[in-house]
C-alpha cells in the first residue's frame, strides 16, 4: 500500500504572454474573442522559395523593453520571449521576489529552444572553419537556457526545467509543475512555454512531411475541424503562468484567477507521427480522476485542434470516447486557428487563454470553419465567440511522437 | 580607423558599458568585460582583421595598450 497524501490545491496567480495576437494577455483575449487571425506572410526570412507562405509571427516585439542590453546580446528571440512573458507573470501575479525564499520559487518552460541558430552555425563551420562560430551560439540555442536564463533574470533558484515532449509540451510543463508543488519542492513556480519556430529548418522540415498547410490566405490557413484543413499553421510565442499553493497565495495575499485542478498524461506507442485516439482518451481519462471531476462537470474543451487532416479527427474521436453521447453537446474550439501552432509553447497558452475563459465566461471561437467534415461532428463553436459560463475547462495537448496531456482547469469560487 | 579605435568600438559594443572610459591602461576587468565577453571581443577582432588570436600569447598581455601592440604585430605578420 502507498502513503495517502493530502495534495494542496495549486492555483493560477498571474500570466504573461507573448503572441501572434498582441504582446500581452489582455490583446492576446481580446484577439481570441473577437476571432481574429495573427497569421501572415512569412516575414523573418524570405520564404519564397519554401511551398509554405504562411506564419503565425510575434509582430513589434522588442526585447530591449524587457530586459537589460547585454541579456538581449547573450539571447536568442525564443529565450527573450520566456522572459517577456515571465516578467509579466509576475509583475500580474504581484509577486515580489525580495519577499520569496528564491530556492522556493522554480521555472519550468516548454521549449525546443532555437536549432535554426545551430543550422545557421553549421554553414559558417562549413565555410569559415571552427573558429569563427558564434560563442555564444549553443548558450542562445539550447532549450536549457531558455528556463536558465529567465530563472536567471529574475533570480529565481528553485527547480529548473526546460521541457520537451512536442506539441504536449506546454501542457506538461504546468503538469510538471502542479505535482513540484503538491509535494513541496517549491512554493511557486513559473511555468509555461515558448518558441520561435518561424525559422528556414523548421518551416522546410515541418512542410516536407506534409504538416503545414500551403494555403496562401493567411488569414484562411489555420482552420482547424473544417472539411478542407490541409496542415498547421506555425505560430511563435510565449505563454506564462505563475502557479503556487493555495494557502501561499492566500499568505501573501495574491490575485488568484484559476485553479489548476489536474493533468493527464499517455503516449501513442503507435506512430512516429499519426496520432492515437485511443490513447488520448487515457490522458483525457487521467486527467479528469486526478482532478475528481466526472466526464459530465466538464463546459468547455480547449481542442489541441491543430488544423491537420489527422489531428482533428482523432481528436474528435477521442473526445466521442471519454464523453459518449454528451461529446456533442460540450463546447470545444481551437486557439490554433487564429494564433497557429506554437509548438513546445501551444499548450501554455492555450492554458492562459482557459484562464481566461473560465474568470471571463466567454469561449473564444474555432474561425475558419465553413464546410462540416463527417469525421469532425462536434460543436466547434465555429467563427464566434460565446458568452457561455465556464466552471471546469479540460484543455489537450498532442506531440508529433504520441505525447498526450490533458489539463484541468477550473475556475476559483 | 585606428586599431585603437577599433577595439574601443568592439569593446564598447559588446560590454554595453559606454560609461566605462576606455583607455590603453585600461585592464579587461576595469572595463567590466566578464569572460563571455572577452571572448566575444576576440572573436569581433579576428572578423575583422581575418587574424588568428592564441589563448596562449594573451597571458602576456596586461592592459588594452598591450592588446592593441598584439594585434598591430598579428596584422603585421599576415602579410608575411
Known sequence: MGRTLTLPSIVVTGMGAITPLGLSVAEYWQGLVNGRSGSGPITLFDASAYPVSVAAEVKNFDPEKYMPLKRVDRTSRCIQFAIAAVKMAIESARLDMSQEKPEKVGVIIATSGMMSIIADEGEVLRKRGPMRIDPLSIAKTAPSMVTAQAALEIGAKGPNTSLNSACASGNDALGTALNHLRLGHADVIIAGGAEANVNPISIASTARIGALSRETDPAKASRPFDLNRDGFVFGEGAGILVLETLEHARERKAPILAELASAGWSFDAYSETAPDAETQAIAMHMVLQDAGVAPEEIDYINAHGTSTRLNDAAETRSIKMVFGDRAYKIPISSNKSMIGHLACAAGAAEAVAAVMTVREGIIPPTINYETPDPECDLDYVPNKARRQPVNVCLSNSFGMGGQNCSLIIRRFP | ?80
Do not use: C, H, W
Open chain 2, 1 to 80: 580607423m585606428s586599431v585603437e579605435e577599433t577595439l574601443k568600438k568592439i569593446v564598447t559594443r559588446v560590454t554595453r558599458k559606454p560609461e566605462v572610459a576606455f583607455s590603453p591602461g585600461a585592464t579587461f576587468e576595469e572595463l567590466e568585460a566578464d569572460s563571455l565577453d572577452i571572448v566575444q571581443i576576440l572573436v569581433a577582432l579576428e572578423d575583422t582583421y581575418d587574424i588568428e588570436i592564441q589563448d596562449e600569447e594573451l597571458q602576456e598581455i596586461k592592459n588594452m595598450g598591450d592588446f592593441i601592440a598584439y594585434i598591430e604585430r598579428k596584422i603585421g605578420e599576415k602579410g608575411k
